[in-house]
């Protein structure tokens, strides 16, 4: 058998027998070169103008179009990448690197710095000079066996319960370093308060309520104080306060020993003052003794009162003065005169 004629250019081959390459026995020329593809035909595809490479893998030359893509079309309406003002990665004329526009990229020599959450520097930046931490809340009950109590910051709830039964004394923490807001909580755990008072003291010139010191005398009362920043405030309390003997003036005493009770004032849990004592020795319409600011009306409050050989009046004015005086004829509050009964809301 013959060799087969040699394979023309630009023409279609087909097998009939066998797939072989075409300069294998059974293939056939086809009759006609493939035509040029059309805009409504399939056919041969022409390598010019825009295309390179071959025809197995033509390429679309990246810096020329053959007409500019209208900007309507998503083109930029120029012929190449050049003249829209782009320049390729590839291209000699680019020679930075692609950076978002205002960002400097890590690499870039123009980025000097670490990359951080705006407004905070990271931790190995030398603008930072301190070390991280969680601020520190006031938190956590304290069981105190021993007095003086000493509180400090971290201490919410201070309960004493003494191994030795006994009054108590719990010193508040210092105000440098205390945050504003700060709850402090004393509580009897033992439940003898009433018997072993418990006095809660101030830390330098704080005060509490106006006052130096509070006692809680209450069995198992509880005290919760709130730091404004300056001083301590009282939020709220189930105890009442003990009684407190007042300093009597012009001529006025207590008028003796047990079963008579001595003068006596105390605040309840309520904000109601209440007075307590028979005492004698001064005169009619002089003051007894003054009540301190955050214990006062706020107005002049008048009560009836009984004393030797007839009835008492007691007033009780916006500054504090708690004055006796007769009420009938033929009384006497020198003789004697009780305070038993006088109760108001403190007001001022």
């Known amino acids: 058998m013959s060799n087969p004629a040699p394979l023309a250019p630009g023409r279609a081959y087909a097998s009939t027998t066998n ?38 893998a033509p390429l679309v030359v990246a810096t020329h179009l ?20 782009i320049a390729p990665l590839a291209s000699p004329t680019f020679t930075g690197a692609p950076v978002v526009p205002g960002y400097a990229p890590l690499a870039s020599p123009t980025f000097t710095g670490t990359p951080v959450v705006p407004g905070y520097a990271p931790l190995a930046s030398p603008t930072f000079t301190g070390v991280p931490s969680a601020p520190t809340l006031a938190q956590g009950v304290r069981t105190a066996t021993t007095t003086p109590v000493t509180v400090t910051a971290t201490d919410s709830t201070v309960l004493t319960n003494l191994n030795a039964a006994g009054p108590v004394t719990v010193n508040l923490p210092a105000s440098a370093g205390l945050a504003t807001g700060t709850v402090i909580t004393v509580k009897d ?22 006052a130096n ?44 020993a047990s079963p008579w009770p001595p003068a006596g004032y105390y605040r309840d849990a309520s904000g109601v003052v209440h007075l307590r004592g028979l005492i004698k020795s001064g005169a009619s319409g002089a003051g007894a003794f003054t009540l301190p600011a955050g214990y006062r ?27 006796p ?7 006497s509050v020198t003789a004697f005169v009780s305070l038993d009964g006088v109760t108001f809301r403190a007001e001022a």
Not at 325 to 331: C, I, R
């Open 19 to 56: 797939p072989s390459p075409p300069t294998q026995q059974g293939w056939a020329i086809a009759d006609s070169i493939t035509p040029d593809a059309t805009t409504s035909s399939k056919g041969g595809v022409q390598l010019a103008a825009d295309l390179s490479g071959s025809a197995a």
């Open 66 to 85: 053959a007409a500019p893509l209208p900007v309507a079309q998503g083109g930029t309406g120029a012929a190449s990448l050049a003249a829209a003002g």
């Open 189 to 210: 755990g033992k439940g003898d308060a009433g018997t072993n008072n418990i006095t809660i003291n101030r830390n330098g010139a704080q005060t509490i309520d106006g």
């Open 213 to 256: 010191s509070k006692v809680l005398a209450t069995n198992y009362g509880s005290l919760a104080l709130v730091f404004d920043g300056a001083n301590w405030q009282i939020s709220w309390t189930t105890a009442s306060e003990p009684w407190v003997a007042p300093g009597l003036t012009n001529s006025w005493v207590n008028f003796g």
């Open 297 to 323: 009306p706020a107005y002049y409050i008048q009560f009836p009162g009984f004393a030797s050989a007839g009835a008492a009046q007691v007033t009780v004015d916006a500054t504090g003065i708690v004055t």
């Open 325 to 331: 005086a007769n009420l009938t004829t033929g009384s």
